[in-house]
């Protein structure tokens, strides 16, 4: 199994789990996950994907919440994977801004 599998698997878990258990430093924690997925798990042809995907999981992270019973849980993980996605959006926007200053 790949590291960036690896962060991949963990970081989901993580924006589960948070919403269930209170995790010390858990928004460090996303972003430690999303910096090191937006480095290492996004080619050059995946990156305008990325950010286009980080823009709209920001936009509709709270839209199932007034589902009864289980939309304050899906919202809250969709908002958790937002913040992961979004720091990984930051490292990508990093790396085409160096490798623009690079050439």
Do not use: H, W
């Not at 962060?7 to 972003?31: C, D, E, N, Q, W």
């Not at 305008?48 to 009864?68: D, E, F, H, M, N």
């Amino acid at each position: 199994m790949s590291p960036v599998k690896i962060i991949r698997i963990v970081a989901l878990a993580v924006a589960i789990i948070a919403v269930f258990v209170t995790i010390p430093y858990v928004a460090l924690i996303m972003v430690v996950l999303g910096l090191a997925l937006g480095f290492m798990g996004v080619s050059s042809d995946e990156r305008v994907l990325y950010l286009v995907v980080a823009v709209a999981l920001a936009q509709v992270s709270g839209a199932l919440g007034p589902i009864p019973a289980v939309g304050g849980y899906i919202s809250d993980i969709l908002a958790n994977l937002s913040a992961i996605i979004n720091a990984g959006a930051v490292a990508v926007i990093l790396t085409m801004f160096k490798e623009r200053i690079m050439d």
